[in-house]
């Protein structure tokens, strides 16, 4: 079983839809959690960064930690094209040697 | 742009060489981490440097080797290669060894 699971999907919606990633995880140690946007080809871009459990927003991002079930979660409102990528959830526990664990990376795609 | 550079771009080699591949961190991080993203293994981290000392190895073969140098670029060693090597290979910095990471652009590396 791999450490962290992500569904690579992949996922299509249409524009302004609401798009729901999620991941959980086996490792209870985990306490930093991150998602990332790739587009085709280029390196991953940081999204959203938080420290264990609660939720943090950010214009039209909103992620959500709940540690009592090890599951992540992103939600994107109002999507765009411009949000069509591949979304990789990552995480590490509090450790100095700070290795990111990453899920597989769920594709979306928004149709305008 | 995140700030972080990788050279080259792309590589074509071929099955027994060896190639080094280069990072120049963004200004100021003192850490650099080198991950290999391949379709079927997704994004796994290899090795940490921190102002110039290893701090952590994930799943690194011996052919492969890293550095850090005292002016905090990195350089990634590739040796023997063999056709499964092929993948991109991402560079990421962070200010120090427990902070968010950003990721460079990245390079293609191609084994015939």
């Known amino acids: 079983q791999k450490e962290v699971e992500q569904d690579p999907g992949p996922l299509s919606v249409p524009e302004g839809a609401i798009v729901s990633l999620n991941c959980t995880y086996s490792n209870s140690a985990f306490q930093y959690f991150m998602w990332y946007r790739q587009y085709s080809r280029k390196g991953p871009e940081l999204l959203m960064y938080?420290?264990?459990?609660g939720n943090k927003e950010d214009g039209r991002f909103t992620a959500q930690v709940d540690k009592s079930s090890k599951y992540i979660s992103l939600f994107i409102r109002d999507s765009q094209p411009s949000d069509s990528a591949t979304y990789l959830c990552?995480?590490?526990?509090?450790?100095?040697?700070?290795?990111?664990?990453f899920g597989a990376g769920t594709t979306v795609t928004v149709r305008a | 742009d995140s700030g972080v550079t990788q050279t080259p771009k792309h590589l074509i080699t071929a099955t027994g060489q060896r190639v080094t591949l280069r990072c120049s961190p963004r200004s100021g991080d003192l850490s650099v981490y080198w991950y290999q993203q391949s379709l079927d293994q997704g994004l796994q981290f290899l090795i940490q440097?921190?102002?110039?000392?290893?701090?952590a190895k994930g799943n690194i073969l011996e052919r492969f080797s890293a550095q850090q140098f005292p002016d905090l670029h990195s350089e990634l060693n590739l040796s023997s290669l063999e056709l499964g090597d092929s993948a991109l290979y991402f560079c990421?910095?962070?200010?120090?060894?427990?902070?968010?990471?950003?990721f460079g652009p990245g390079t293609r590396l191609t084994v015939l």
């Open positions: 938080t420290y264990s459990s």
């Open positions: 990421a910095s962070s200010p120090r060894t427990a902070d968010t990471q950003y």
């Open positions: 990552a995480m590490s526990p509090p450790h100095n040697d700070y290795k990111l664990s």
């Open positions: 440097y921190y102002n110039g000392e290893e701090r």
